[in-house]
C-alpha cells in the first residue's frame, strides 16, 4: 500500500515524465535540496539557483575538483606581463540551445550583466578600462587598469552570482531583475512546458553540444550527458523521498534527512559526500538597531556561543559536524584562526560575555530572533541559541516563521518592534564562504551591505585590498588581518560546520563532487 501511494504521488509531481517512452537507465530523478523559484543565476546566490544554471550554461572557465580554475568555453588565453591585459578565444563548436553560435559579444554582454552584482565582478569593472569584442567574434579583450589577481577565480565560480554566458539579447536586461529567458549552451536544456514550480523542473540533454575532451573533474573538463532526461522532484518530506530511493523510484537526493541515512545504508543505498567544505553556520546579528548596533553586545554574542551544543542539538551524528571558528571555512586554503579569542562558549567566555552586555548599555529589551520552523535543524539551532543567550542576560522572542518568509523580513529596516528583526540564524555554501571577496555576510560595506548591514571603512577596506595583493605573503598577512577584524566588527557569529552528505541508488555511478552544487552530468545510471 505504502509503495503505491509513493507511486502515485511521484507521477504525479512528474506531470508529463509519465508519458515518457525512455529506457529507465535514460531518465534521472533527483530530489534538490530546495525548490526552484527563480532561474536567474545572476539575480540571486541561492544555491538550488546555481545548480540549475551549472544544468544549462556554460561559463569561460570551470572549477576541477582541486578548485583549481580551467578552461572551459576558452579554448586559449593570455595575460600580459604587466596583467593588465587578458585575451580570451573561444573554442570551437560553442552553440546556444537555439541553435545561434556563441560569440565574443555575448560573452562581453554576459560578464557586463554579472559585474554589476557578483562581488569579484564589481571589483573587477570598478578597474576595467574596456571589455569589449575583437572583430573576429572570437575572441574578446579585457583591459583592467591594475592587476586583478582573483581574476581566473571569479571567472570560474561555480555558485553564487555564477558568470554564466548567455546570449547578448538576453544578458541586455537588468541586472537587478529577474530574467525568464533560459537559452544557454550548456549540456541540458530547461524544458519549461513542464516547470511546475514547487513541484517539478525537467531538463533533456542537448544533442547538439559539445564537450571537452578532458576527463570531467567539478565543473572543468568534458561535460558528457549519459542520461536524456532530469527530472528534479520537490519532496519536502524527508520520509517520503528516503522510501523513494530505497524502492527505486528515485536515483538522487541531494540533501536526506540525517535521520534517514542509517536507513539508507542498511538498504543498500550509496551515501556519497559531494561538498567538502561543508556549510558554515552563521548568526546574523542587525547592525542598524540597538543592541547590536554596538560592538560590545555583538561580541557578548560571539563569546556566549558554545558550538558544540548546537551541532549536538541539530546533528545526531557527529561524523556530520565540526566545531569551527574560522570565517573562511576549515578545510580550505583561506583558513586561519588569527584573532580567535580562547574558549569561546566556555564559563568562562559567558562571564566575559555577561560583561560586555553591561558595558552595551542593553535595556533588557526583547531580542526578536526568526525561527525557521520548516528546517528542522535551523529550529533546533534557533532553540539553543535562544537558551544560551537567556543564561547571559539577554530577553529573547522567538518568532515562528519558515525558511523563505525569513528570507524575506530579512530585508526589513524596520526597528524589530516595528515588524523588523534583531537576529536570524542562516547557513552558507563553504565554496563561497572560504572566499575572502564572495563571503557576501563578511562585508561591512554599511547600506550596500547583505541585510544586517554592517558598517566599517577599514575592514571593508581589508577586503577590497585582498585581490590586490602582489604575493601569496601579503594576501596571507591581508587573510589574517581581516580575519582579526571580523572578531572585533562580528558581521556574523560562526556556529560550526556541517557536512550533510548526498544519498544516491546503488544504480548510479560516476557523481561528481563541487562544493555547493548538484552536478547531472558525468553521471551514469545502470539498467535494472
Given at each position: 500500500?505504502?509503495?503505491?501511494?509513493?507511486?502515485?504521488?511521484?507521477?504525479?509531481m512528474?506531470?508529463a515524465?509519465?508519458?515518457q517512452t525512455?529506457?529507465p537507465?535514460?531518465?534521472?530523478?533527483?530530489v534538490?535540496?530546495?525548490?526552484?523559484?527563480?532561474?536567474?543565476?545572476?539575480?540571486?546566490?541561492?544555491?538550488?539557483?546555481?545548480?540549475?544554471?551549472?544544468?544549462?550554461?556554460?561559463?569561460?572557465?570551470?572549477?576541477?575538483?582541486?578548485?583549481r580554475?580551467?578552461?572551459?568555453?576558452?579554448?586559449?588565453?593570455?595575460?600580459?606581463?604587466?596583467?593588465?591585459?587578458?585575451r580570451f578565444?573561444?573554442?570551437?563548436?560553442?552553440?546556444?540551445?537555439?541553435g545561434?553560435?556563441?560569440t565574443a559579444?555575448?560573452?562581453?554582454?554576459?560578464?557586463?550583466?554579472?559585474?554589476?552584482?557578483d562581488p569579484h565582478?564589481?571589483?573587477?569593472?570598478?578597474?576595467?578600462a574596456?571589455?569589449?569584442?575583437?572583430?573576429?567574434?572570437?575572441?574578446?579583450v579585457?583591459?583592467?587598469?591594475?592587476?586583478?589577481a582573483?581574476?581566473?577565480?571569479?571567472?570560474s565560480?561555480?555558485?553564487?552570482?555564477?558568470p554564466?554566458?548567455?546570449?547578448?539579447?538576453?544578458a541586455?536586461?537588468?541586472?537587478?531583475?529577474?530574467?525568464?529567458?533560459?537559452?544557454?549552451?550548456?549540456?541540458?536544456?530547461?524544458v519549461?512546458?513542464?516547470?511546475?514550480?514547487?513541484?517539478?523542473?525537467v531538463y533533456?540533454r542537448n544533442p547538439?553540444?559539445?564537450?571537452?575532451?578532458?576527463?570531467?573533474?567539478?565543473?572543468?573538463?568534458?561535460?558528457?550527458?549519459?542520461?536524456?532526461?532530469?527530472?528534479?522532484?520537490?519532496?519536502a518530506?524527508?520520509q517520503?523521498?528516503?522510501?523513494?530511493l530505497?524502492?527505486?523510484?528515485?536515483?538522487?537526493?541531494?540533501?536526506?534527512g540525517v535521520?534517514?541515512?542509517?536507513?539508507?545504508?542498511?538498504?543498500?543505498m550509496?551515501?556519497?559526500?559531494?561538498?567538502?567544505?561543508?556549510?558554515?553556520?552563521?548568526?546574523?546579528?542587525?547592525h542598524?538597531?540597538?543592541?547590536?548596533?554596538?560592538p560590545?553586545a555583538?561580541?557578548a554574542?560571539m563569546?556566549?556561543?558554545?558550538?558544540?551544543?548546537?551541532?549536538q542539538?541539530?546533528?545526531?551524528?557527529?561524523?556530520?559536524?565540526?566545531?569551527?571558528?574560522?570565517?573562511?571555512?576549515?578545510?580550505?586554503?583561506?583558513?586561519t584562526?588569527?584573532?580567535?579569542?580562547a574558549?569561546?562558549g566556555?564559563?568562562?567566555?559567558?562571564?566575559?560575555a555577561?560583561?560586555l552586555?553591561?558595558?552595551?548599555?542593553?535595556d533588557?529589551?526583547?531580542?526578536?530572533i526568526?525561527?525557521?520552523?520548516?528546517?528542522?535543524?535551523?529550529h533546533a539551532?534557533?532553540?539553543?541559541?535562544?537558551q544560551?543567550?537567556?543564561?547571559?542576560g539577554?530577553?529573547?522572542?522567538?518568532?515562528a516563521t519558515?525558511?523563505?518568509?525569513?528570507?524575506?523580513?530579512?530585508a526589513?529596516?524596520?526597528?524589530p518592534?516595528?515588524?523588523?528583526?534583531?537576529i536570524?540564524?542562516?547557513?552558507?555554501?563553504?565554496?563561497?564562504?572560504?572566499?575572502?571577496?564572495g563571503?557576501?555576510?563578511?562585508?561591512?560595506?554599511?547600506?550596500?551591505a547583505?541585510?544586517?548591514?554592517?558598517?566599517?571603512?577599514?575592514h571593508?577596506?581589508?577586503i577590497?585590498?585582498?585581490?590586490?595583493a602582489?604575493?601569496a605573503?601579503?594576501?596571507?598577512?591581508?587573510?589574517?588581518?581581516?580575519?582579526?577584524?571580523?572578531?572585533?566588527?562580528?558581521?556574523?557569529?560562526?556556529?560550526?560546520?556541517?557536512?550533510?552528505?548526498?544519498?544516491?541508488?546503488?544504480?548510479v555511478?560516476?557523481?561528481?563532487?563541487?562544493?555547493?552544487?548538484?552536478?547531472a552530468?558525468?553521471?551514469?545510471?545502470?539498467?535494472?
Amino acid at each position: 500500500m505504502k509503495k503505491t501511494w509513493l507511486a502515485a504521488a511521484l507521477a504525479l509531481m512528474a506531470g508529463a515524465a509519465s508519458a515518457q517512452t525512455l529506457p529507465p537507465e535514460r531518465v534521472l530523478r533527483m530530489v534538490p535540496n530546495a525548490d526552484l523559484q527563480t532561474l536567474d543565476p545572476i539575480n540571486t546566490t541561492a544555491g538550488v539557483v546555481s545548480s540549475h544554471a551549472q544544468m544549462i550554461y556554460d561559463q569561460l572557465f570551470g572549477r576541477d575538483a582541486e578548485q583549481r580554475p580551467q578552461p572551459q568555453m576558452v579554448g586559449a588565453w593570455s595575460v600580459s606581463a604587466d596583467a593588465l591585459t587578458w585575451r580570451f578565444t573561444l573554442r570551437d563548436g560553442l552553440a546556444f540551445h537555439d541553435g545561434a553560435a556563441v560569440t565574443a559579444e555575448d560573452v562581453v554582454a554576459s560578464l557586463r550583466r554579472w559585474g554589476a552584482r557578483d562581488p569579484h565582478g564589481r571589483q573587477i569593472i570598478a578597474i576595467t578600462a574596456s571589455l569589449a569584442a575583437e572583430p573576429d567574434g572570437r575572441t574578446v579583450v579585457w583591459q583592467l587598469r591594475r592587476p586583478y589577481a582573483l581574476m581566473l577565480d571569479a571567472l570560474s565560480k561555480p555558485a553564487g552570482n555564477m558568470p554564466a554566458i548567455m546570449p547578448a539579447r538576453i544578458a541586455a536586461a537588468d541586472p537587478f531583475t529577474a530574467i525568464r529567458d533560459t537559452i544557454g549552451s550548456g549540456p541540458f536544456i530547461f524544458v519549461r512546458e513542464e516547470w511546475v514550480p514547487g513541484s517539478t523542473v525537467v531538463y533533456r540533454r542537448n544533442p547538439n553540444y559539445v564537450p571537452r575532451r578532458e576527463p570531467a573533474s567539478g565543473t572543468a573538463g568534458g561535460k558528457v550527458a549519459h542520461v536524456d532526461r532530469v527530472e528534479w522532484l520537490n519532496i519536502a518530506n524527508a520520509q517520503t523521498s528516503a522510501l523513494a530511493l530505497i524502492q527505486g523510484e528515485l536515483d538522487y537526493i541531494e540533501s536526506p534527512g540525517v535521520d534517514f541515512l542509517p536507513l539508507l545504508q542498511r538498504r543498500g543505498m550509496r551515501i556519497i559526500r559531494t561538498n567538502t567544505l561543508g556549510a558554515p553556520g552563521m548568526i546574523r546579528m542587525n547592525h542598524i538597531h540597538p543592541p547590536f548596533n554596538d560592538p560590545r553586545a555583538r561580541q557578548a554574542l560571539m563569546q556566549l556561543v558554545n558550538q558544540e551544543e548546537f551541532l549536538q542539538a541539530m546533528f545526531p551524528d557527529s561524523s556530520l559536524y565540526q566545531v569551527c571558528h574560522a570565517f573562511f571555512v576549515c578545510g580550505s586554503p583561506q583558513e586561519t584562526n588569527a584573532g580567535v579569542p580562547a574558549g569561546l562558549g566556555s564559563p568562562a567566555a559567558r562571564e566575559r560575555a555577561r560583561a560586555l552586555l553591561r558595558e552595551s548599555g542593553y535595556d533588557g529589551s526583547p531580542i526578536v530572533i526568526m525561527d525557521p520552523t520548516d528546517n528542522p535543524f535551523m529550529h533546533a539551532a534557533t532553540l539553543v541559541l535562544a537558551q544560551q543567550m537567556q543564561a547571559v542576560g539577554f530577553r529573547t522572542d522567538v518568532q515562528a516563521t519558515d525558511f523563505a518568509s525569513m528570507a524575506g523580513r530579512r530585508a526589513n529596516r524596520r526597528p524589530p518592534a516595528e515588524g523588523g528583526w534583531h537576529i536570524g540564524l542562516t547557513f552558507w555554501n563553504g565554496l563561497g564562504a572560504s572566499d575572502p571577496v564572495g563571503n557576501v555576510p563578511m562585508a561591512a560595506s554599511c547600506d550596500a551591505a547583505w541585510p544586517g548591514w554592517p558598517c566599517d571603512a577599514a575592514h571593508q577596506a581589508l577586503i577590497d585590498a585582498f585581490p590586490y595583493a602582489a604575493s601569496a605573503e601579503e594576501r596571507k598577512r591581508i587573510l589574517d588581518e581581516l580575519h582579526a577584524s571580523a572578531y572585533r566588527l562580528v558581521p556574523y557569529v560562526p556556529f560550526g560546520q556541517w557536512y550533510l552528505p548526498s544519498a544516491v541508488s546503488p544504480r548510479v555511478s560516476d557523481v561528481l563532487a563541487m562544493p555547493g552544487i548538484i552536478i547531472a552530468w558525468n553521471i551514469r545510471k545502470a539498467a535494472r
